[in-house]
């Protein structure tokens, strides 16, 4: 069964930075897709990026310009830079993998944005 572990969340300031990871144990990691979603309340799930097996990558029109997603295959670990947040950015911040049919989620690390 594939685990995905997100640490890194957090308090922050308006206008600051965090950095999330995500550990994927159980799993062929190099072979995955894989990604960041992130969950408001009251809001729909919704993507932040995405990065595949080949390196490319897909973001999110809200974070584009200050995010970047990147992986670490022989850590078997994705990354997350948030840079120059704001309130509208706090969130359940979710860890995904897929690769055909199979995919799973993380148990999600909070991101709050706040002064």
């Known amino acids: 069964q594939v685990q995905l572990v997100e640490s890194g969340g957090g308090l922050v300031q308006p206008g600051g930075s965090l950095r999330l990871s995500c550990i994927a144990s159980?799993?062929?990691?190099?072979?995955?897709?894989m990604g960041w979603y992130r969950q408001a309340p009251g809001k729909q799930r919704e993507l932040v990026a995405t990065?595949?097996?080949?390196?490319?990558?897909n973001y999110g029109d809200s974070v584009k310009g200050r995010f970047t997603i990147s992986r670490d295959n022989a850590k078997n670990t994705m990354y997350l830079q948030a840079n120059s947040l704001n309130p509208e950015d706090t969130a359940v911040y979710y860890c995904?993998?897929?690769?055909?049919?199979?995919?799973?989620w993380g148990q999600g690390t909070q991101v709050t944005v706040s002064s």
């Open positions: 159980r799993i062929i990691f190099r072979l995955y897709t």
């Open positions: 995904y993998a897929v690769s055909g049919t199979s995919s799973s």
């Open positions: 990065i595949n097996s080949g390196g490319s990558t």
